[in-house]
């Protein structure tokens, strides 16, 4: 069974930085693709960021193109989000999620496993 575990997050002035790491544990012989996402105060669940097992395929959600990325260490099994240029409205929750494919995907119902979620809170 693999778990997920994140970390980094906090606060931060708008136009920072902040950086979430994932880090993947247990069974991680499988390839896994993963993916971000976010819940802010009072909407759904929205779609952040997504990289393929290999790394070499990512998808980034509309409303932080440009702003943010996603990246993968192999040697450790981590995803990083990089988020810069941080706005108000990135303020909210944030959630690694795991699934068993290779390709990244924006759908939070293709990810069977979730992490606990880290508090990103952005002061404008």
């Known amino acids: 069974q693999v778990q997920l575990v994140e970390s980094g997050g906090g606060s931060a002035q708008a136009g920072g930085s902040l950086k979430l790491s994932c880090v993947a544990s247990g069974r991680t012989d499988r390839r896994y693709a993963m993916a971000w996402f976010r819940q802010r105060s009072g909407k759904e669940r929205e779609f952040v960021a997504a990289?393929?097992?290999?790394?070499?395929?990512?998808r980034i959600g509309d409303s932080v193109k440009g702003r943010f990325t996603i990246s993968r260490v192999t040697a450790t099994n981590t995803r990083t989000l990089h988020m810069d240029f941080l706005e108000h409205e990135d303020t909210g929750v944030y959630y690694c999620?795991?699934?068993?494919?290779?390709?990244?995907?924006?759908?939070?119902?293709?990810?069977?496993?979730w992490g606990q979620g880290t508090q990103v809170t952005v002061s404008s």
């Open positions: 990289i393929g097992w290999s790394g070499a395929s990512t």
């Open positions: 999620a795991g699934a068993c494919r290779e390709s990244p995907s924006k759908d939070s119902e293709d990810y069977a496993l």
